[in-house]
């Protein structure tokens, strides 16, 4: 089962911030957070990632609270081609792998 | 680089037929995943491959579907019957130990 919980659904006016909450109280010490979009009909596209720092690239910022146990995906200036269901990923090890388990991700509508 | 290539990119098929998808990973990663994505919900992963040896089958239902990693490459994935409920979209995705994991475009399936 996925280790994180998202709202459902959230929209947000083009040219404003959108930010997107993400739980994960089980996390575990070495486990970092990733987040994905999908865009209808396309694949899981990556967004960025962390483990307890914040971090910012090209496409989007991510905060990780102190604890841990929550974060938040920030989309700084978002475009209409930004909605998406958005997937925030606890990125757990097995075996010596990585596993990606998703749940069911935020459908963020970006609104002209 | 080259992306995860999936093929084909759509299939309808009549129950009790069978379907093989095929999906090509990035260059060099050793990990290749599995997905099923249900409408409406998010992928579920299926099986996990580390090169030629599978590391995670729990999720795949073992009596209709099958999955094999020759050389540790390329991938398929099989379902034999196929019943209406396996309609869905089948991702494939690969990562190496340093990346994050990449998606495929995916094979939409309709069972008919």
């Known amino acids: 089962d996925a280790k994180t919980t998202q709202p459902t659904s959230m929209d947000c006016a083009e040219g404003r911030a959108a930010n997107l909450p993400c739980n994960h109280s089980?996390?575990?010490?070495?486990?970092?957070v990733y987040w994905y979009r999908q865009i209808h009909s396309q694949g899981p596209q990556y967004i960025i990632h962390?483990?307890?720092n914040n971090e910012t690239n090209e496409m989007a910022s991510l905060i990780i609270t102190e604890d841990r146990k929550s974060s938040t995906l920030i989309l700084p200036h978002a475009t209409l081609r930004d909605t998406a269901v958005y997937y925030c990923i606890v990125r757990e090890t097995t075996s010596g792998t990585y596993k990606y388990i998703f749940g069911t991700g935020t459908r963020l509508k970006v609104l002209a | 680089e080259a992306g995860v290539a999936q093929s084909p990119r759509y299939k309808i098929i009549e129950k009790r037929q069978s379907v093989a998808f095929w999906c090509n990973p990035i260059?060099?990663?050793?990990?290749l995943y599995w997905y099923q994505q249900i409408l409406g919900q998010g992928p579920k992963l299926l099986i996990q491959?580390?090169?030629?040896?599978?590391?995670?089958d729990s999720q795949l239902p073992k009596d209709r579907f099958s999955a094999e990693r020759l050389k540790g490459v390329d991938s398929t994935l099989k379902i034999q019957p196929a019943k209406l409920e396996d309609s869905a979209v089948y991702l494939c995705?690969?990562?190496?130990?340093?990346?994050?994991?990449?998606f495929g475009q995916g094979t939409r399936l309709t069972v008919v």
């Open positions: 491959f580390q090169n030629n040896g599978v590391v995670d």
């Open positions: 995705a690969s990562s190496g130990w340093t990346t994050e994991a990449f």
């Open positions: 962390g483990l307890k």
């Open positions: 089980t996390i575990s010490g070495n486990e970092y």
């Open positions: 260059s060099g990663h050793a990990t």
